[in-house]
Nanobody, 117 residues
Framework: QVQLVESGGGLVQPGGSLRLSCTAS????????MGWYRQPPGKTRELVAS???????NYHDSVKGRFTISRDNAKNTLYLQMNNLKPEDTAVYYC???????????WGQGTQVTVSS
């Protein structure tokens, strides 16, 4: 089992930037895949970006060119750099860790991102 703690959310104006962090209680290199998901108000949760153990990335079309997912192995931390934020990016952002062998997924508690003028 792994615990995930997100931070870095907040209120930002359109065009602004935020960096989300997700610190894991275990070595992130032991996790097959980590990702950021978001759930806008009244909508279902969706994948924003993912990063595999091997370094492969995947992004939602709406964030390509604006968001970057990365990992600091020494700090056991996953990041999401979000630039040129738009009001439609407003959501609760969640970090997820996936283990392929067991099929288990673990989620953080979420962090609120609000983009508004």
């Amino acid at each position: 089992q792994v615990q995930l703690v997100e931070s870095g959310g907040g209120l930002v104006q359109p065009g602004g930037s935020l960096r989300l962090s997700c610190t894991a209680s275990k070595n992130v290199l032991s996790i097959n895949e980590m990702g950021w998901y978001r759930q806008p108000p009244g909508k279902t949760r969706e994948l924003v970006a993912s990063l595999t153990h091997g370094g492969n990335t995947n992004y939602h079309d709406s964030v390509k060119g604006r968001f970057t997912i990365s990992r600091d192995n020494a700090k056991n931390t996953l990041y999401l750099q979000m630039n040129n934020l738009k009001p439609e990016d407003t959501a609760v952002y969640y970090c997820k860790a996936s283990y392929y062998y067991t099929g288990n997924d673990y989620w953080g508690q979420g962090t609120q991102v609000t983009v508004s003028s």
